[in-house]
């Protein structure tokens, strides 16, 4: 079965960074680009990074650009996402999604077949 299982560290202060992790099983993880997005309580869903396949290819919303990266480990089917320098406006569930081809049109989540179930950040003091 396709899994996509996001997880993170859940409370974290201002200023802090957070390492999340997007870890697949079930399908070949290595023909597929990876994507964060988050939501808000209220809000629309953000698209905040994507990567392509073998790195050869990255995308960062305007929102993480300067303080976020985003790798991935194909041996370990893992797609990683730090940010750094966070603020309570980072605080949402972030979801991973799996794509079979990206490009600039990243941001549109109707080109992401499969969702994990998402991991929750809270920015707080």
């Known amino acids: 079965q396709v899994q996509l299982q996001a997880s993170g560290e859940g409370l974290v202060q201002p200023g802090d960074s957070v390492r999340l992790s997007c870890v697949g099983s079930?399908?070949?993880?290595?023909?597929?680009?990876i994507g964060w997005f988050r939501q808000a309580s209220g809000k629309e869903r953000e698209a905040v990074a994507s990567?392509?396949?073998?790195?050869?290819?990255?995308y960062y919303g305007d929102s993480v650009k300067g303080r976020s990266t985003i790798s991935r480990d194909n041996a370990k089917n893992t797609v990683y996402l730090h940010i750094d320098s966070l603020t309570p406006g980072d605080t949402a569930v972030y979801y991973c999604?799996?794509?079979?081809?990206?490009?600039?049109?990243?941001?549109?989540?109707?080109?992401?077949?499969?969702w994990g179930q998402g991991t929750r950040v809270t920015v707080s003091s």
């Open positions: 999604g799996r794509a079979f081809a990206l490009g600039n049109n990243w941001r549109n989540i109707n080109n992401y077949d499969y």
């Open positions: 990567i392509s396949t073998s790195d050869e290819a990255i």
């Open positions: 079930g399908f070949d993880f290595s023909w597929y680009a």
